[in-house]
């Protein structure tokens, strides 16, 4: 999560330090005990959770190095997957978000590999700032979302999404996110997904 302190009145990025033994050191997190329970408030590491899940058979799982996002409802066909950024990202000034992504799947047509930029968190893979997407199936790539425009924090989503009918089926195996070529997320990170 970001930590921004306000300054003059305007709210600038802030990256808590400690002193230790006299030199200032970086840290990776930093915690506030509130009514007993100690709770995270910075984290040097963006996580991303579940994000809007339908369909019999989807799910959302971590693997060693990615999260896998699966749509499949076997049933009356049609799902969806999604993962999306715990906090908002800061996104002023930016110009590209990067997904860094492999696509599998039953067939190329009637199922999506959704990339999105939002200010809501919880939506669908129809609901959305910025957004592109694929249904070509095929190996490690990177796809970009041109946010050119974009002023203030906003959530960032991966979705594996299904239209079609029974037969069809969608996973994305989400590696990495990154703003302008900064990664901001990378799924072999143990802290990166909650």
């Avoid at 302190?5 to 006299?22: D, F, H, Q, R, Y």
């Avoid at 409802?73 to 049609?78: I, V």
């Amino acid at each position: 999560m970001p930590f921004n302190i306000n300054v003059g009145g305007a709210w600038k990025a802030a990256t808590p330090s400690v002193n230790v033994g006299g030199v200032w050191k970086s840290v990776n997190s930093a915690f506030v005990n509130v009514g007993g329970t100690w709770r995270q408030f910075y984290s040097s590491v963006f996580r991303v959770l579940q994000g809007a899940t339908y369909g019999s058979n989807s799910y959302y799982a971590k693997q060693s190095d990615h999260v896998e996002l699966y749509a499949y409802n076997p049933g009356a066909g049609g799902g969806e997957c999604a993962a999306v950024t715990a906090v908002a990202v800061d996104l002023t000034g930016k110009s590209t978000v990067t997904f860094d992504f492999a696509l599998e799947g039953a067939a190329d047509i009637r199922s999506d590999a959704i990339f999105i930029v939002s200010t809501d968190q919880w939506g669908g893979g129809g609901l959305y700032n910025y957004r592109t997407y694929t249904g070509t199936l095929g190996p490690r790539r990177t796809l970009n979302v041109n946010i050119i425009g974009a002023s203030g924090s906003y959530f960032i989503r991966a979705h594996a999404s299904v239209n079609g009918g029974i037969a069809y089926w969608k996973r994305v195996r989400l590696y990495r996110i990154l703003v302008d070529d900064v990664e901001i997320w990378n799924g072999s990170n143990p802290g990166a997904v909650g």
